[in-house]
């Protein structure tokens, strides 16, 4: 007889959504809701399931918050939760975050902005 097994991580994204003024990068946005977790599968069934970590990504700017568990495990059962600062724990700053140079100068021209452009739009050349 033999087993066939295996240990992965695995990702729930929720049916969630919150509109929201970021914190990060101070645009309008919404907040998307998931968890992670590990998972332990027999037959490619999966059996038991743990270090489970609920996260909330911004929308605008992609920014990274660790959700509080007992809010996330209300998410999980379908309750009418409201996500407020306090439940949230920066995990990363995101494209235009707090900590991040969000004025860029292209080395060509000198053209200065504080938009998210690849390219500048004077002259072409990328960021």
Known sequence: MFFIMGITD??????????????ACGA?????????YTVLSLFFIPCIKWN???????SCCNALYELDAEIG???ARG???EILPQHLRPVHPGNRGNGWNTTKQCRNCGFTTTEDYEFCPKCGLRF
């Open 52 to 58: 489970r970590h609920y996260y909330v990504q911004a």
């Open 79 to 81: 309750g009418d939760v």
């Open 10 to 23: 695995g990702r729930k994204d929720f049916d969630f959504h919150q509109m929201m003024a970021c914190g």
């Open 28 to 36: 309008y946005g919404r907040y998307q809701v998931f968890m992670t």
């Open 73 to 75: 495990k209300r998410i």
